[in-house]
């Protein structure tokens, strides 16, 4: 087992800067995924560790050495790819054996091994199997078995359940999780699916366009976004937002194209700066309601009910306020509320939401750091 901690770390390709200086210390045993949107780095991240690529900046520690140029198998460590292509001619036994064998390993101790990562992964009875006659779960399992006979001391997986089925995705999530308490060993597990992340990671690290936005554990990053990016991209269906002017004197308010919102006295401090000026409003679905629930500000907005989804525990109304006149883009406003399978709302109804305003979100129209 190992820390892994990358100092400024940067990766271009040809004119293509694609990681920007990333820091991360990633300590001994944690299990952290990298999470952020398709072509992010996250790919290029995990080669960078494992020295299936080289850096153009930066240094890479696997404990406490310096790792940037130690060839791939010096380095400890054991990746599970998306793709996990086994050896189609080959056993599942020998699937996992076969790079023990390459190194050189006893074959008493060979054998061990893939026992022992055979009966944690439930694997013992389908070991003289050839791939074609498993399922994909099962697939998935030999793949991290190849990985776990390593006895590596860090593990980096790559997207490894996205070719599952949803059900299967979330069994073997479940598992994933149980054999990381298990084992203990490092993992930087990459994901582009933000569900993955909250429910696997102890540690979130969110990154965008070869930049990390934020680290933190699951309610970190979803009820203290670090800017508009993170707050945007974790939760689902995804923060709302509004373009407001801060306006008022003592007080404030959020003025919307069609509607005010008071801000809280908790948030003023944050927001005097603000005044007159532009920024952007958040709040997330959960955080609109129908009534008046714990915590929100009972100013009412009346909103046109477009789009109505039932998914048995909950609902997501797809409402629209009518067109105001306050900002500059008269254009009206589109949100979404999560309430209730009680509510009688249909579609094409007129309804009153309010906002759990002690819940809200301020970002910075420009730089889209959050103000609160
Ligand atoms: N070998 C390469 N040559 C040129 N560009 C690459 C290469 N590998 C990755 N890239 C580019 O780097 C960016 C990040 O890729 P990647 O790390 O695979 O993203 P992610 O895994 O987050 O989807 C993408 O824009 C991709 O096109
Ligand atoms: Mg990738």
Not at 321 to 345: H, K, N, Q, Y
């Amino acid at each position: 087992m190992a820390e892994v901690r990358l100092v400024n770390l940067a990766k271009a390709f040809g004119p293509v800067q694609v990681l920007k200086g990333i820091d991360l210390t990633i300590p001994d045993g944690e299990f952290v995924v990298l999470l952020g949107p398709s072509g992010c780095g996250k790919t290029t991240t995990l080669r960078l560790i494992a020295g299936l690529e080289e850096a153009t900046g930066g240094e890479i520690f696997i404990g406490d050495r310096k790792v940037n140029d130690l060839p791939p198998k010096e380095r400890d460590i054991a990746m599970v790819f998306q793709s996990y292509a086994l050896y189609p001619h080959m056993t599942v036994y020998d699937n996992m054996a076969f790079g023990l064998r390459l190194h050189g390993v006893r074959r008493e101790e060979v054998d061990q091994r893939v026992m022992e990562a055979a009966e944690m992964l439930e694997l013992t009875p389908l070991l003289a199997r050839k791939p074609r006659a498993l399922s994909g779960g099962q697939r998935q399992r030999v793949a991290v078995g190849r990985a776990i006979v390593r006895n590596p001391k860090v593990f980096l997986m790559d997207e490894p359940l996205s070719n599952l089925d949803a059900k299967l995705r979330v069994q073997t999530r479940v598992e994933l999780s149980k054999l990381h308490m298990k084992l203990g060993v490092t993992t930087i597990y990459v994901t582009h699916d933000q569900m993955e992340a909250m429910t696997l990671g102890n540690l979130v690290v969110i990154m965008n366009q070869g930049i990390i936005q934020q680290m933190g554990t699951p309610s970190d990053v979803y009820d203290r976004p670090a800017n508009k990016f993170v707050a945007g991209f974790v939760g689902s269906p995804p923060m709302n937002f509004f373009p407001a002017f801060v306006d008022g004197e003592e007080e404030l308010f959020f003025q919307m194209a069609s509607f005010r919102l008071p801000v809280l006295p908790d948030h003023r401090a944050a927001l005097a700066p603000y005044r007159g000026k532009e920024v952007v409003f958040g709040i997330r679905p959960e955080d609109v309601n129908m009534g008046g629930g714990d915590g929100a500000v009972h100013i009412p907005v009346t909103a046109k009910v477009d789009v109505l989804e039932l998914l048995g525990a909950e609902i997501f109304l797809y409402l629209s306020s009518p067109e105001g006149t306050f900002v500059a883009a008269a254009t009206s406003l589109s949100f979404i509320a999560r309430v209730d399978p009680s509510t009688p709302a249909k579609e094409g109804d007129s309804v009153q939401v309010v906002f759990n305003l002690g819940r809200s979100h301020a970002f910075d129209a420009d730089s889209e750091r959050a103000i609160y």
